[in-house]
């Protein structure tokens, strides 16, 4: 139980398009799910916490009209890195909560390389 | 606040023997603890979480881990390594009260030798 899945895996793409990272969990209900950047050899920066039908809360100097994020079911939400550039290329996780409010386990998706040419 | 130290970035062991991962928190309330493995361009796997219950737990793989407060410590150990064990392992706390905030460890990248 408690599987995240993200799509693609993997997606190369060129410099001023958008790309749209999808993130959900199979077999659970989430009603928060979390997005995280993590640069090689580095930590995971959470970049936004997103609320199933309200809007996202974003981290300290994460763009939020870049890097918009949707969360339309308990099942889905969904990262798009607009007007991408290379700076953005990342490996891209997100997590979904098990459980509501005063839970506190996460369980992360297989991540999203994301390399802009 | 809270905050969560991982004592070594890199940690290399033989196979077969035993494996010592560090880290060393602070929070102001009660935390929960986890440790999360992630092996080379994959997603996090969870290894085992502390919450209030017994201080030793036991996570997959032969993993364990022991809530010390008085050393606000969350060491993790297996008694022997095993190849596939070479991978990052993230230390993280977090406070579940209101507002859930999770901060993640730096890592610690352990290498098993043959």
């Known amino acids: 139980g408690a599987v995240v899945s993200q799509h693609p895996s993997r997606v190369i793409c060129k410099s001023g398009t958008s790309v749209k990272i999808e993130c959900r969990s199979l077999d659970f209900q989430a009603t928060t799910m979390f997005w995280y950047r993590q640069f090689p050899k580095k930590s995971l920066m959470l970049m936004a916490t997103?609320?199933?039908?309200?809007?996202?809360?974003?981290e300290q100097g994460v763009e939020k009209d870049k890097f918009l994020i949707n969360h339309a079911s308990l099942t889905l939400s969904t990262l798009t890195v607009t007007s991408a550039h290379p700076e953005d290329s990342s490996f891209y996780i997100c997590?979904?909560?098990?459980?509501?409010?005063?839970?506190?386990?996460?369980?992360f998706g297989p991540g999203t390389r994301l390399t802009v040419l | 606040a809270q905050s969560v130290t991982q004592l070594d970035s890199h940690v290399s062991v033989s196979e077969g023997t035993p494996v010592l991962l560090r880290c060393n928190y602070s929070s102001s309330y009660s935390p929960s603890l986890f440790w999360y493995v992630q092996h080379p361009n994959k997603g996090l796997q969870l290894l085992l979480k502390?919450?209030?219950?017994?201080?030793l737990v036991k996570g997959i793989n032969g993993f364990e881990a022991e809530f010390k407060k008085s050393e606000t410590s969350f060491h993790l150990t297996k008694p022997s390594a095993h190849m596939s064990d070479a991978a990052e392992y993230f230390c993280v706390v977090s406070y579940s009260g209101g507002y859930q905030k999770v901060t993640f460890g730096t890592g610690t990248k352990l290498q098993v030798i043959p």
């Open positions: 997103s609320n199933e039908g309200s809007k996202a809360t974003y």
């Open positions: 997590s979904a909560r098990l459980g509501g409010e005063g839970t506190d386990t996460q369980y």
């Open positions: 502390y919450t209030s219950a017994a201080t």
